[in-house]
């Protein structure tokens, strides 16, 4: 399976701010997804990152909250602007396998606190 | 709409004991299934998975699954419970047309005591 990291791995940021998450891959992978998992809760889709295009966000999920980028296929960017206390979550990108499209594997996440 | 459902919030078991965490779906079309689990403060860690073939598929750490259609159940099993399978774990679903969207159940927690 793909070797995910995450940048930064946890982060206390101020109400108001932005933080972008980096995802980094050590091999070339077809899809790249973005998940949220709030305080005691279950994972939610928020968008699947689309290498060389825009970025297609599941229900309840919009661009201007939460813009992603991919510009290549190793390396995928999630940014959570505006940040509010509900924004507080773990964030974990995921990546399909090579042997299967539905199988994903997942980074160790970023646990953001917005204070 | 697609659903996975874990009925036990928190499953207590004995080590050396056999464990069980339930799963269920509703999905339209065929189901991918899958189980994830989540030590503390560290990432999703992939289990096993179904996706064809026998019902009763084998994974990482000793676990196991056995899918059954009839039931729309995964449920996991292990024969002899450890304490360090304590963790939280997730089922996870997928179909065909849903572009490799997961939708995860809500979690059960497993304890495992000595």
């Known amino acids: 399976s793909a070797v995910i990291s995450q940048k930064p791995s946890r982060d206390i940021c101020q109400r108001g701010t932005s933080l972008t998450i980096q995802c980094q891959v050590d091999s070339q992978v077809t899809m790249m997804f973005w998940y949220r998992q709030q305080p005691g809760q279950s994972l939610t889709l928020i968008a699947t990152?689309?290498?060389?295009?825009?970025?297609?966000?599941e229900s309840g999920f919009v661009i201007d909250k939460f813009p992603i980028s991919r510009p290549n296929l190793t390396f995928s960017t999630l940014t959570v602007s505006n940040m509010s206390p509900e924004d507080s979550s773990i964030y974990l990108c995921?990546?399909?396998?090579?042997?299967?499209?539905?199988?994903?594997?997942f980074g160790p996440g970023t646990r953001l606190t917005v204070t | 709409a697609q659903s996975v459902a874990q009925p036990e919030d928190q499953v207590n078991v004995a080590e050396g004991n056999p464990l069980t965490v339930k799963c269920t779906y509703s999905?339209?079309?065929?189901?991918?299934l899958f189980w994830y689990v989540q030590y503390p403060n560290r990432g999703l860690q992939f289990l096993l998975k179904y996706i064809t073939g026998d019902n009763l598929v084998k994974g990482s750490y000793g676990f196991e699954a056995e899918f059954n259609k009839s039931q729309t159940s995964f449920h996991l099993k292990k024969p002899s419970a450890l304490v360090s399978d304590s963790a939280l774990y997730f089922c996870a679903v997928i179909t065909y047309n849903q572009g490799g969207k997961l939708i995860f159940g809500q979690g059960t927690e497993l304890s495992v005591k000595p």
């Open positions: 990152a689309n290498q060389g295009s825009e970025a297609t966000y």
């Open positions: 999905v339209s079309g065929n189901p991918y």
């Open positions: 995921s990546v399909t396998g090579s042997g299967s499209v539905y199988e994903q594997y």
